[in-house]
């Protein structure tokens, strides 16, 4: 498995505290089965993340991780705000591409529902080569939520919720509903410490989708499509 959302990157913005909470962060992927995490910064207006600095800083926490027998691998990669991405250049969108090699944007709503700009970001984003992944859209659902979510998937995006709200869904709930119609692509921890919060885990979120999709989109949600979006391979297109 690989975590595509993980904000593991210590003393950096909202995320791990010092090295030994991401030390303990990484030590929870590995019980859980991870074996790669992207580190996804904040790239928001309220965090002073360098971009410039994130690959070093990955790779720093990395040497730490082998020197500590912590079989994770770290990627680079960051979490861009929509009010964000118009004024990065296309050499510092390609830098927060999960796995760092271009192709897809972890893309962070706007605070409040899904709206018109976030498509138009999409859209923007799109004509320069880049691909988005939608976050945790659980926290920007409004009354045209599910056609918000389609539309986006029309424009070429994947969407990313959040593990352990998936993990948490009852039978019958709206969320398992949307997996069941295709709108539930990908999965990623969100994950800020150890010390609080949620886990760097995966398993459960994706043994909650097992109910609702075949073992062949399932193997393209926990699998193919990761491992795909970290080679920048723009060409991943969801299951039927």
Not at 129 to 142: D, L, V
Not at 176 to 186: D, I, K, M
């Amino acid at each position: 498995m690989i975590d595509l959302h993980c904000h593991i990157l210590p003393e950096l913005d909202d995320g791990a505290l010092d090295l030994d909470d991401s030390l303990a962060m990484a030590r929870q992927a590995q019980a859980d089965g991870i074996a790669a995490v992207c580190a996804t910064p904040h790239i928001r207006h309220d965090h002073n993340v360098r971009i410039e600095e994130i690959v070093a800083r990955v790779g720093s926490l990395q040497a730490h991780l082998d020197a500590n027998g912590i079989g994770i691998q770290i990627l680079p990669g960051g979490e861009l705000a929509q009010t964000e991405a118009e004024r990065l250049s296309d050499a510092q969108l390609r830098s927060v591409t999960l796995g760092g090699d271009g192709g897809w944007v972890l893309l962070e709503p706007a605070p409040g529902p899904l709206d018109d700009a976030l498509n138009e970001t999409v859209t923007q984003l799109a004509r320069r080569g880049f691909r988005a992944i939608i976050a945790h859209p659980e926290r920007h659902a409004g009354a045209d939520f599910s056609e918000r979510l389609r539309a986006l998937v029309s424009a070429g995006c994947l969407i990313q919720w959040t593990a352990e709200f998936i993990a948490q869904t009852a039978p019958g709930d709206l969320t398992l509903e949307l997996a069941r119609q295709g709108l539930v692509h990908l999965l990623g921890s969100d994950a800020h410490s150890s010390h609080a919060g949620r886990s760097v885990a995966l398993a459960a979120g994706f043994a909650a989708l097992a109910s609702v999709r075949s073992p062949e989109q399932l193997a393209w949600t926990v699998r193919d499509a990761p491992q795909a979006i970290v080679r920048a391979d723009t060409t991943v297109t969801p299951p039927a």
